[in-house]
T-cell receptor, first 113, second 111 residues
Framework: AQSVTQLGSHVSVSEGALVLLRCNYS??????LFWYVQYPNQGLQLLLK????ATLVKGINGFEAEFKKSETSFHLTKPSAHMSDAAEYFC???????????WGAGTKLIIKP | DTAVSQTPKYLVTQMGNDKSIKCEQN?????MYWYKQDSKKFLKIMFS???????INETVPNRFSPKSPDKAHLNLHINSLELGDSAVYFC??????????FGQGTRLTVV
């Protein structure tokens, strides 16, 4: 069965520093991969998705993620953190033809002034 | 125009009561979902409907019953509410294997 692991339930970075949120999945076939963001008291919003096209995916708000099949990873990065990036981030994977998204446990991103 | 809307946004009720949460999507998607998010932010899928047909029914108490009158609506009815039902419930919709679009959530507090 598919699983998604997000390393670090909390990640703290200084404003202006690099953001790196880690996501690893277990799959023998290339899946569809997603990153979502959840701001306080709001629903989940899609940041970006990988659907077997380019391995480097650009999303909203300056975020991007790279699909690495050899490492079964889909880490999320942003070159320079902003205070408004403070939120919960979720990685999710979907097998082709599957109705169900498999979710990671989430990583809370904390931005220090 | 809201893509996935759910009502109410907040729901405070006493133990033992019955309550419903409504969800509507105007994206033309075939699949709709109910998720439960606990206090630790963990997302757990509860149900999924595709074209009004139940396709995912995870292990949830029988007190939870989804109903899809048409493919644009998926409601959640909860009987005999318990303290442990307190959580945020999210409705979502998607086409198969594509991203899900989420509603704003319903924060249910059982007292």
């Amino acid at each position: 069965a598919q699983s998604v692991t997000q390393l670090g339930s909390h990640v703290s970075v200084s404003e202006g520093a690099l953001v790196l949120l880690r996501c690893n999945y277990s799959s023998s076939v290339p899946p569809y991969l997603f990153w979502y963001v959840q701001y306080p008291n709001q629903g989940l919003q899609l940041l970006l998705k990988y659907t077997s096209a380019a391995t480097l995916v650009k999303g909203i708000n300056g975020f991007e993620a790279e699909f690495k099949k050899s490492e079964t990873s889909f880490h999320l990065t942003k070159p320079s953190a902003h205070m408004s990036d403070a939120a919960e981030y979720f990685c999710a994977v979907s097998d082709d033809g599957n109705y169900q998204l498999i979710w990671g446990a989430g990583t809370k991103l904390i931005i220090k002034p | 125009d809201t893509a996935v809307s759910q009502t109410p946004k907040y729901l405070v009720t006493q133990m033992g009561n019955d309550k419903s949460i409504k969800c509507e999507q105007n994206l033309g998607h075939d699949t709709m979902y109910w998720y439960k998010q606990d206090s630790k932010k963990f997302l757990k899928i509860m149900f999924s409907y595709n074209n009004k047909e139940l396709i995912i029914n995870e292990t949830v108490p029988n007190r939870f019953s989804p109903k899809s009158p048409d493919k644009a609506h998926l409601n959640l009815h909860i009987n005999s509410l318990e303290l442990g039902d307190s959580a945020v419930y999210f409705c979502a919709s998607s086409q198969i294997s594509t991203e899900a679009f989420f509603g704003q959530g319903t924060r249910l507090t059982v007292v």
